[in-house]
């Protein structure tokens, strides 16, 4: 019987497998043995996996409680269960082990608690008990809570144990300064802890259950679960951290049956854990490993998957692989260089539009930035045009914790008696105020017919509270008439940054250990940049407050923004990726923190941006950019000239703005100083910062300087950071160095 015949006679035996082209009927096949299923975007992953599971239960090579099916998250869990049950016609798929790491491994902890010092009953408990948890054993060793806050140390204990690393296992050296060297010693002491309370948390969960199988003492407990299962499928096994991939090994050595799918192009969480290496060593760990490679996109245009392949190539740590279409090859990748963000944001809402007038639908278009502080710009750009959006895995930007925060400041430095907003920070960052004392406050305003703030200063001139409480309180009343009276004496955005500096705001989020906190000290940032945009501190608050006004639930039908991270999974017609300089993407912080590593992940983040398209993608980036207060002169990403000249169209706008701009441009937008790659910067080294000497603030006295909002004038005294300039057309002002450039010549 010939290939043709065979294929043609399981297709008729098994309805299931019509349809499917030549490597995924391979990847559902091959049922026996160790299994890679090398799945590129779009290569349809998902139809493969159900198929395989349905296939095996089909031919009864097992039973569904024979089979341990591994997913990222639930939703994964949910879909699965529904897809292969309406392969099967209804067939029962009850009983198989289906879930999330973190679920499977609680259900089998449970069986086996008592090996680990746990009752079955062990509580599962969540990231506030451990914080506090930990704060009481800090306490109780007399560390300095506020030095080293426990969010902080949590960190450090999480991260050992996605390394799948017991108190006992970490090396001495890791984390010798945290908590004054007794980092260590805290983790065993949380670990006892949570034993004699009878819990765990959710790293735990796989901690314990790799201790137990990998302990010779409890070799049968292993040796049942080898028996027990027959099949092992590994869903994104790229993700997969230190901890899952020693639990998925264990468990898999049994019968060898173990179908790992999954894509190292795409693999982009390195951040929280995920190992890359685990998916490239798979052949070592389970030798006689069959690989089996899906290319065929069925999602985007031949361009698009062209462009998209030509910047991964540049990667070396990959095993491999080309996407190739069916599909028609498409319009070129669209490359635009713009002046600065506000230009970009107009372009991508200008283009928007004309896809809209063509009849694509808003819902199918989609904004992915590197970063969050990036989707303020086009918010505010989609707002003053009427365009619905909808900001996918997170806040819009007014709306997120600290950019309310700032807000709550700069609105108590405009009107004093704006209680709600002094309420809201008037113990963050934490100043040991507490709800007592605030309702003290309140009950002493209310009978006095003041408002907070008076309420404050009055009863610091009585006993009614405590002498430490009357200085802190005193203390943060003085800022804020100090901040005032500094109103209109200095620019705006200068003051905010002083504020959020001054008051301590900044520092909090700095100390913060938890994944957000680097996103967060972006974001206001962002908030400060964008001060700078109008006349005055009143004129953006008032801004700010019909923004929120307007910002009601988008329609259904609104474009998508959101990051690049969490655009992983998703798909649309249409897809704008903006701030591709470098320093911004690929991230300088990532490449300073982790090198080559670090930059191929960022790059692994190109690839997955540009595969998110179906029909169009645009890249664009910018001539300079406000980052962190600053005007930053930008060149475009090495992953803009790693595209494929051949499938993309570059255009600028640059050479519209005349003299002035960046000696990286010409009218093309590519010179060579644009075409060689940068190597990333030293650790610490800012990108296009101008201006700076040998002088501690950077500047000397006489030095000729160009201030965004007084124009040129020339230092006349320093102090610090800040500068006294005598204005060529605003007379004597004080501002920060961080405010100005020196101008050359």
Known sequence: MTAHAVIADESQRFPYLQGLNDPQRDAVLATDGPLLV?????TGKTRVLTTRLAHILRTGKSWPNQILAVTFTNKAAQEMKERVSAILDGMPVEGWWLGTFHALAARMLRRHADLVGLDSNFTIIDTDDQIRLLKQLMEERGLDTKKWPPRQMIWFIERWKDKGLNPSDVPKSEGAEAADGHILALYARYQDRLRQINACDFGDLLLH??????????????????????????????????????????????????????????????????EVGNILKFEKDFPGAKIVRLEQNYRSTGRILAAASGVIACNEGRLGKTLWSENEDGEKLCVRGLWDGEAEARWV???????????????????????????????ERFMQLGINYRVIGGQRFYERLEIRDALAYLRVVAQPADDLALERIINTPKRGIGDATVQTLYAYARAQGISLRESISHLCETDEL????????????????????????????????QILDESGYMQMWKTDKSPEAPGRLENLRELVSAMAEFESLAEFLEHIALVLENQGEAADEAISIMTLHGAKGLEFDAVFLPGWEEGLFPSQKTMDEHGVKGLEEERRLAYVGITRARKRAYVSYAARRRMYGNWIDAIPSRFVDELPEEHIEINTDLSAYGQ????????????????????????????????????????KRGARVMHDKFGPGTVINIDGHKLDIAFDRGGQKRVMDSFVELVEG
Not at 488 to 493: A, E, I, L, S
């Open 38 to 42: 090398l799945a590129g975007a779009g």
């Open 209 to 274: 259950m790799v201790t137990i199988l990998k302990n010779p003492a409890h070799a049968d407990v292993l040796a049942d679960y080898h028996r027990r299962f027959k099949y092992v499928l590994v869903d994104e096994y790229q993700d997969t951290n230190v901890a899952q991939y020693l639990w998925l090994r264990l468990l898999g050595k049994g019968t060898g049956n173990v179908c790992c799918v999954g894509d190292d192009d795409q693999s982009i969480y390195g951040w929280r854990g995920a």
């Open 349 to 379: 809402a200008e283009e928007t539009e004309s896809l809209q007038h063509k009849g694509w639908s808003l819902g199918q278009i989609a904004v992915l930035v590197r970063a969050g502080f990036q989707t303020r710009e086009f918010e």
């Open 466 to 497: 405590k002498p430490k409480m009357r200085v802190t309180l005193s203390a943060l009343i003085g800022n804020f008439a100090r901040w005032r009276s500094l109103v209109g004496q200095m620019p705006h955005p200068e003051l905010a940054a």
């Open 660 to 699: 002035g701009r960046s000696h990286f441009w010409d009218s093309s937008g590519f010179t060579p100083a644009v075409q060689r790659r940068t190597p990333p910067r030293p650790s610490g080294e800012r990108a296009g910062v101008r201006g700076q000497t040998e002088s501690a603030s950077g500047f």
